[in-house]
Each structure stands twice: as C-alpha cells, then as structure tokens.
C-alpha cells in the first residue's frame, strides 16, 4: 500500500507492515517533499541597446599575445600538472567593462576578431564573469599589481573554433539571460592553436579607460596589470529604457 499528501514524498508499505503499526500506535511519518523551481529573469518591456568596448571589431590590428605567456619550468610543469594542452597558448585575457552600478542589465551578444594563417587552426573560449575582491597588491617592476577573484556567470559554456582565416565572431548569448548590476569581465582563452600562438584583433586604449587583466589558466586569479590598456572585446548590451521628464 502507499500513502500520500500533497507537500510530502509517499511512502510505501505492506498490509502487514501498516497493521503492525497500528497495532502499536507508531506513528507513519512522511518526509516534506522540496520542489526546485526553475530561475525566471525578467527583462523590462522597453529597453535601451548599447555597445560596450571596443565599438568597430572588424577594424582592429592582429596581434600576437602569446608573449603574455610565463616560459619558465615552473610556469611548464604548472601546465602539465593541470593538463593544459602544449598546442595551448596558456594564457586568457580579459577586458573589464564598466557599467552604472545598481542598473539591471542583459549581455546579448560578444564580438572578437580572430587572425589565423591559412594553414592555421585555433579553439577559443570566452567567459563571462563579475569582478570579485582585491586579494592582494604585488609590487613589480610595472607598478602595482591587483590580484583580484571573479565568478562565471555564464550558464552554458561558448566555445569558438576558427580556422585558417581572419574572422570576426559575433556571439549571440541573449538566451542565456545573463544579468548583471555592476561592471564584469568578458574573457578569451586560447585553448588550443595549430602554432602554439594566440593571434586575435586588439587595439591600445586610453589610459585608464579599459582595465586589461590577465592569468596564466582558468584556475589562476586574475591579474590586473597597470599602464597596459589594451581592447580585444565588444559587448552588447540591453538595458532598462530611461523615462521621459
């Protein structure tokens, strides 16, 4: 036999079993049953569209950044230790993007510029985050350096494969609802490439106006290198329209 309720998980029993407790006046306990209900976002019904970053991808310079990889036998036996691939440019950047701290705001699509050889093939993959705490200030040869946390906010990952040609990927992630009230991170990693390189469209920018912040792998901080400005990432953003006075 079973008995039920609504609110609690049934239970299951023999005749036997039910006689027996009541028999002894034992009481039959039900376990209260948790229903997990799934997340729902809602968006405003008139919203604003802007473009964070750096606002003309297809125009920016190729570079090569594989330079910001360590190559040192620590930094080696650091990557087999974490199984990171050799054909890995060991390395993910990342732009912090500013926005009005408190504002309800959707990330809807990510434009980076990849530049491959005709011969060339790279995987990247982009992150989203929001910025954690300063963990600690190193002082080098550079100026200060911040160590800094941060939490993917990202629901699914997005993984990018191009292949032997300049290109610019636009990524559409407004499916994956991400919100955000205060500044964050849009990050690339090259996880594997044909010449061991990342070779992406990046332009300087103006001091202080774009935060560059780097780590050797995912499982690394974040490091928030000072003086070096540098954009690689467009944003696009939705948020609540501003009412008319």
Same mark, same amino acid.
């Given at each position: 036999?079973?008995?039920?309720?609504?609110?609690?998980?049934?239970?299951?029993?023999? %005749?036997?079993?039910?006689?027996?407790?009541?028999?002894?006046?034992?009481?039959?306990?039900?376990?209260?049953?948790?229903?997990?209900?799934?997340?729902?976002?809602?968006?405003?019904?008139?919203?604003? !569209?802007?473009?964070?970053?750096?606002?003309?991808? !297809?125009?920016?310079?190729?570079?090569?950044?594989?330079?910001?990889?360590?190559?040192?036998? !620590?930094?080696?036996?650091?990557?087999?230790?974490?199984?990171?691939?050799?054909?890995?440019?060991?390395?993910?950047?990342?732009?912090?993007?500013?926005?009005?701290?408190?504002?309800?705001?959707? @990330?809807?699509?990510?434009?980076?510029?990849?530049?491959?050889?005709?011969?060339?093939?790279?995987?990247?993959?982009?992150? %989203?985050?929001?910025?954690?705490?300063?963990?600690?200030?190193?002082?080098?040869? @550079?100026? /200060?350096?911040?160590? %800094?946390?941060?939490?993917?906010?990202?629901?699914?990952?997005? *993984?990018?494969?191009?292949?032997?040609?300049?290109?610019?990927?636009?990524?559409?992630?407004? =499916?994956?609802?991400?919100?955000?009230?205060?500044?964050? *991170?849009?990050?690339?990693?090259?996880?594997? !490439?044909?010449?061991?390189? /990342?070779?992406?469209?990046?332009?300087?920018? /103006?001091?202080?106006?774009?935060?560059?912040?780097?780590?050797?792998?995912? /499982?690394?901080?974040?490091?928030?290198?000072?003086? *070096?400005?540098?954009?690689?990432?467009?944003?696009?953003?939705?948020?609540?329209?501003?009412? =008319? =006075?």
């Amino acid at each position: 036999m079973q008995i039920t309720s609504i609110g609690y998980y049934p239970v299951v029993m023999s %005749i036997a079993d039910f006689k027996k407790l009541c028999s002894q006046n034992t009481p039959i306990t039900l376990t209260e049953e948790v229903y997990q209900l799934a997340t729902t976002t809602v968006r405003p019904d008139e919203y604003e !569209a802007k473009v964070l970053g750096t606002t003309s991808v !297809a125009d920016l310079e190729c570079v090569n950044l594989s330079g910001l990889k360590q190559k040192n036998t !620590a930094s080696v036996r650091r990557y087999k230790e974490k199984g990171l691939s050799e054909k890995s440019a060991g390395i993910e950047i990342g732009n912090k993007i500013s926005i009005k701290k408190g504002q309800q705001t959707f @990330i809807d699509k990510i434009q980076f510029k990849a530049c491959l050889a005709e011969n060339d093939t790279a995987i990247f993959r982009i992150n %989203i985050y929001s910025e954690g705490k300063t963990t600690k200030r190193v002082l080098t040869p @550079i100026g /200060m350096v911040k160590v %800094i946390n941060s939490n993917n906010e990202l629901k699914e990952p997005i *993984i990018i494969k191009s292949i032997g040609k300049i290109q610019v990927h636009e990524i559409d992630v407004s =499916k994956q609802n991400i919100e955000v009230t205060d500044d964050f *991170i849009i990050a690339l990693e090259c996880i594997y !490439a044909s010449n061991s390189q /990342m070779n992406i469209g990046a332009k300087p920018a /103006m001091f202080g106006s774009t935060d560059l912040l780097i780590r050797e792998s995912i /499982m690394d901080e974040w490091v928030k290198v000072p003086m *070096i400005n540098l954009t690689f990432i467009a944003a696009t953003v939705t948020y609540k329209k501003k009412g =008319k =006075k």
